[in-house]
T-cell receptor, first 115, second 112 residues
Framework: DQQVKQNSPSLSVQEGRISILNCDYT??????FLWYKKYPAEGPTFLIS?????DKNEDGRFTVFLNKSAKHLSLHIVPSQPGDSAVYFC??????????????FGKGTLLTVNP | DGGITQSPKYLFRKEGQNVTLSCEQN?????MYWYRQDPGQGLRLIYY???????QKGDIAEGYSVSREKKESFPLTVTSAQKNPTAFYLC???????????FGQGTRLTVV
């Protein structure tokens, strides 16, 4: 049962345009959400996060939007640059067993930004 | 410099052998995680630990074992019971809830 879903395996955009990556979750106990960027054969690097008490967080070219009622979040990158080409993972944190928090990832979306 | 270190980067083992992957962090983080990445599968949680001497199974724990004897270390053993051990393994740590997780560079395990 996949609790964090990224339904688009890939996305291609032109340099300078907006990239929008989407993520849906099913577990209402998730209360903290993160986006990571990953290159092949490397560990993911943190991009931006949002807690469930907010609906928007912005950091430079990156903005994350959270719609709790729809259990949906999105990452906007504007303007997109060729160096943004990578796999983007959505992650959610919430209660696992007992009082333990666990971090659950989606399957990722491969973003390609064309010059 | 603080960080999280996985070793080795590449590991080859014969089928039927147990193998232990190392993960060490000097970030003073309480929580540590092990994930496995396969093509098209994203990052799947194997085990996680919030405190020393305590850990929980993730979504795909079968065929794996862990220990958390020290705060800095969270080794993962891939046992012969794991049916498809060849994968890219990632270790992560977080300070607390609501903070970003830091990842190691990963270990690519190939079982032949």
């Amino acid at each position: 049962d996949q609790q964090v879903k990224q339904n688009s395996p890939s996305l291609s955009v032109q340099e300078g345009r907006i990239s929008i990556l989407n993520c849906d979750y099913t577990n209402s106990m998730f209360d903290y959400f993160l986006w990571y960027k990953k290159y092949p054969a490397e560990g993911p690097t943190f991009l931006i996060s949002i807690s469930s008490i907010k609906d928007k967080n912005e950091d430079g070219r990156f903005t994350v939007f959270l719609n709790k009622s729809a259990k949906h979040l999105s990452l906007h990158i504007v303007p997109s640059q060729p160096g943004d080409s990578a796999v983007y993972f959505c992650a959610a944190e919430g209660l696992g067993g007992g009082s333990n928090y666990k971090l659950t990832f989606g399957k990722g979306t491969l973003l390609t930004v064309n010059p | 410099d603080g960080g999280i270190t996985q070793s080795p980067k590449y590991l080859f083992r014969k089928e039927g052998q147990n193998v232990t992957l190392s993960c060490e962090q000097n970030l003073n983080h309480d929580a540590m995680y092990w994930y496995r990445q396969d093509p098209g599968q994203g990052l799947r949680l194997i085990y996680y630990s919030q405190i020393v001497n305590d850990f929980q199974k993730g979504d795909i724990a079968e065929g794996y074992s862990v220990s958390r004897e020290k705060k800095e270390s969270f080794p993962l053993t891939v046992t012969s019971a794991q049916k498809n051990p060849t994968a890219f393994y990632l270790c992560a740590s977080t300070l607390a809830w609501g903070t970003e997780a830091f990842f190691g560079q990963g270990t690519r395990l190939t079982v032949v």
